[in-house]
């Protein structure tokens, strides 16, 4: 099965093992089959708004195995990004939640909510009730001289109730008043990775997630695997014309992947094939044939795609029909 291969899962939460308050069909069943295997599971967030405690309790009521030390956060990552950066104790403003403020106490830093206390840094990440009023002690203390942190820049978040802003378009705020850029300690950017490395000591993690701009290319940052499940925000077409960067090692409909074999995604003859579908580039257009589960011609769509393309990226138009044939 293809988590034989891996002994740690690094998990992202949102539109992977849940949506909103609900959990994705099957994912809580996958995940505890894989703890029995004896698989580590982490689960790794860019959300910065909760504590790993709130959030394992909010796992373990889904149905998933859980406790607060399998949580790792942006805000953990930010937290010690910091705090490797200011001096011991230092006051650092908080724009964003109870996550963010625990993360950073921690850490032996002091979080404040007002540019008066001359913070050494500021700290923004994702709140549902973020003021105005905080966002601009956000911005004077990042205009007196704080160093300005992202906890992530992810520009939206999928829900159970459709697409909303993430914390990567509400840090615009900050950074447009100021014109001044965070840094980001959350996917895909190092920090994150290398919290949850330390955190878990995985040897042959598996990162899985839904997004190609922050759980694939953050793996591929790494230079570790990754699945991706079509639970979330990547759909197909994303995935056919996504670039080398944010290419997956792996594709599942969604986290009951972990135990299906490894898909036999092979080159022959007449193109690649996978399952019951071959797929093949011709005259600058994808070619896909057969039948069978979606997800194999996916794979083998990618493989023909990804192969013909190189090191650029493939035009929606050209992959259009193979979309239509997939039913999509």
């Not at 709130?54 to 790792?72: F, M, R």
């Not at 950073?104 to 009023?133: C, I, K, W």
């Not at 980001?184 to 598996?206: F, N, Y």
Request: proline share 5%.
């Amino acid at each position: 099965m293809l988590v034989d291969a891996y002994d740690t899962l690094l998990l992202d939460l949102d539109g992977v093992v849940y949506l909103g308050r609900h959990a994705v069909p099957g994912a809580p069943e996958a995940l505890r089959k894989a703890r029995d295997l004896g698989v580590r599971l982490a689960y790794v967030t860019n959300n910065a708004s909760r504590t790993p405690g709130a959030i394992a309790q909010h796992l373990s009521h889904l149905g998933a195995p859980a406790t607060a030390s399998d949580v790792v956060t942006s805000a953990q990552a930010a937290a010690r990004l910091v705090a490797e950066h200011v001096p011991a104790g230092a006051a650092v403003l908080v724009v964003g939640g109870m996550g963010l403020r625990m993360a950073l106490r921690e850490h032996g830093l002091r979080p404040v909510t007002t540019a008066l206390d001359e913070p050494a840094a500021v700290v923004q990440g994702f709140a549902d009730n973020l003021s105005y009023g905080l966002l601009s002690e956000g911005a004077l203390a990042v205009s007196q001289g704080a160093w300005f942190v992202a906890a992530n820049r992810d520009t939206t978040m999928p829900t159970d109730r459709g697409t909303l802003p993430g914390n990567g378009s509400l840090s615009r705020v900050i950074a447009t008043a100021t014109g001044v850029e965070p840094a980001v300690a959350g996917k895909p950017e190092p920090p994150l990775h290398r919290e949850s490395m330390i955190r878990t000591r995985a040897q042959r993690p598996l990162v899985v997630g839904d997004r190609l701009d922050t759980d694939i290319e953050g793996a591929n940052r790494a230079g570790v695997d990754s699945l991706l499940v079509l639970t979330g925000v990547a759909g197909p077409l994303d995935v056919l014309t996504a670039a080398p960067h944010h290419r997956p090692t792996h594709i599942a409909a969604d986290l009951s992947g972990l135990h299906r074999p490894a898909a036999g995604v092979r080159r022959g003859t007449a193109g690649w094939t996978c399952g019951g579908w071959t797929a093949a580039w011709e005259d600058g257009e994808l070619a896909l044939t057969g039948e069978g589960d979606s997800v194999d011609g996916l794979r083998a769509a990618c493989a023909a795609t990804w192969e013909a393309v190189g090191d650029g990226q493939a035009d929606e138009d050209a992959v259009k029909a193979a979309l239509t044939a997939l039913g999509r």
